[in-house]
């Protein structure tokens, strides 16, 4: 496997994966706009280069050579292709497409560490409702929230006090962000693929 494809749909909402092993950087670079080509070389890391690279190869697959911008807090957009959120983690990305509303994706791989900073984006509430003591359960909730952030399109969010989840089935959960100047709430499909945890609202944020 160099390049692996993986779709999933959630009514308006779909999500493309591509897992994809250790490659030949220099085979790819056509994959890249101009732009792009000149924030590769700015990245030392050969797994950031790599997963840039698989990103863009994923993009030309799914929209063309379109160039993916990003608006003012780091959101992507490909103009004219609706609503696109990206993530990545270790030989993994993805792109979220939906043409009504705005979503957010996460991808995180379970770990164990984990459980050491569960203080940090668990609220009391969760602590009492959910099993915080799986770390697929604790991986769920950080991805969740994570997927929360981006489609808030709000920086310096605190996970433990303004976003919080509830979840009414294994892969289905409210989320929720609310604090003195924002109240929206929207639902997730969080679900595990091959180690890993995927998160995406599959509704409007309202």
């Given amino acids: 496997m160099i390049f692996q494809r993986k779709e999933y749909n959630f009514g308006s909402v779909d999500v493309h994966l591509m897992e994809f092993s250790d490659f030949e950087i220099s085979d790819y670079l056509d994959q890249l706009t101009d732009i792009e080509t000149e924030r590769f070389f700015t990245f030392s890391n050969i797994q950031r280069k790599r997963e840039f690279i698989a990103t863009r190869i994923l993009r030309h697959e799914l929209f063309g ?44 791989p379970i770990n164990d560490k984990i459980s050491k900073i569960k203080h940090k984006f668990l609220s009391l509430d969760e602590i009492e409702k ?14 969740g929230k994570e997927s929360l952030y981006k489609v808030s399109g709000t920086k310096g969010i605190n996970f433990r006090t303004e976003l919080s989840l509830i979840k009414n089935e294994e892969e289905k959960w409210e989320g929720f962000f609310i604090n003195d100047v924002h109240s929206m709430r929207t639902e997730l499909s969080i679900f595990e693929v091959d180690k890993r945890i995927i998160s995406i609202n599959t509704c409007v944020c309202e």
Wanted: a negative charge; hydrophobic letters at 40%; proline letters at 2%.
């Fill in 130 to 143: 959910l099993d915080c003591d799986s770390t697929t359960e604790l991986t769920k909730v950080w991805s």
């Fill in 65 to 108: 050579f379109q160039h993916i911008h990003y608006d003012v807090v780091g959101a992507p957009f490909i103009k004219g292709e609706g609503f696109i959120s990206i993530s990545h983690s270790k030989n993994i990305v993805g792109i979220a497409v939906c043409n009504e509303f705005k979503v957010g994706l996460d991808i995180e």
